[in-house]
């Protein structure tokens, strides 16, 4: 039996669907049409600046407290807006708005379905916070798929760390063999999982490129058959 580490954000939760609703609930709430005219394009400032420091957590360079508010500071900066009480009342209210969110990733419940009939251990591996992850999953009905959770916080580690995958193998008492690892993010599912020598598969939806050699999906309906393949 194969277990299947599984990422959540971006892999199954539609992150940046989530995020972008929940900007529309902020945008008329607090009145930022004046500084933000296109909506859009704060839409895209936020989720470049949110990327951008994400980035930065493994290294310990950022804190998650840092990163939490600071995307806020910077997004409200671009706009005109100096204003760092407003940008701590964003971080607080717009967290607990987004993991409320139930957009999925196209054919994420049908996979997982799909991957349950099949037989799979499916464990979520992600970086983030424990409460916020199960909220979402809790939000988004697919909890009832997942046999175990492997969240960073509780980890002690953030992925692409081998630390975090190793913790997961120790815990689920099998070798790197008997894993798979899922995700669209090549540096911390990809080259993390294959640090600690998981076979892994890049979910890469945006067909975008990078330096890592893996197998590969565009589309969660893949995933089934392509797990099945044998490891080239």
């Avoid at 600071?70 to 204003?83: A, K, Y």
């Avoid at 957009?103 to 419940?109: G, T, V």
């Amino acid at each position: 039996m194969k277990n299947l580490l599984i990422d959540l954000d971006h892999t199954l939760w539609d992150t940046d669907g989530n995020c972008i609703a929940t900007w529309k609930l902020m945008y008329g709430k607090y009145g930022l049409s004046e500084a933000f005219p296109d909506f859009d394009q704060l839409c895209r400032t936020y989720l470049k600046i949110n990327e951008n420091l994400w980035a930065q957590l493994p290294s310990g360079r950022v804190t998650m407290e840092f990163v939490r508010t600071e995307r806020f500071v910077r997004t409200l900066l671009s706009g005109g807006i100096d204003n760092r009480e407003l940008a701590q009342k964003l971080s607080a209210e717009f967290m607990d708005e987004m993991q409320k969110g139930t957009r999925l990733m196209p054919y994420a419940r049908e996979t997982l379905q799909t991957l349950r009939h099949e037989g799979y251990t499916i464990c979520i591996a992600t970086n983030g916070l424990h409460d916020v992850q199960t909220s979402k999953m809790t939000a988004a009905n697919i909890m009832e798929f997942v046999d175990h959770l492997f969240v960073s916080d509780t980890v002690g580690y953030m992925k692409p760390d081998v630390r975090f995958f190793n913790h997961i193998l120790q815990t689920l008492g099998c070798r790197p063999t008997d894993c798979i690892m899922i995700g669209d993010n090549p540096l911390a599912d990809i080259m993390g999982a294959q640090s600690a020598n998981i076979r892994t598969i890049w979910y890469n939806s945006r067909q975008v490129e990078a330096n890592v050699q893996t197998e590969q999906i565009g589309d969660l309906r893949e995933l089934p058959q392509k797990i099945k393949e044998e490891r080239p």
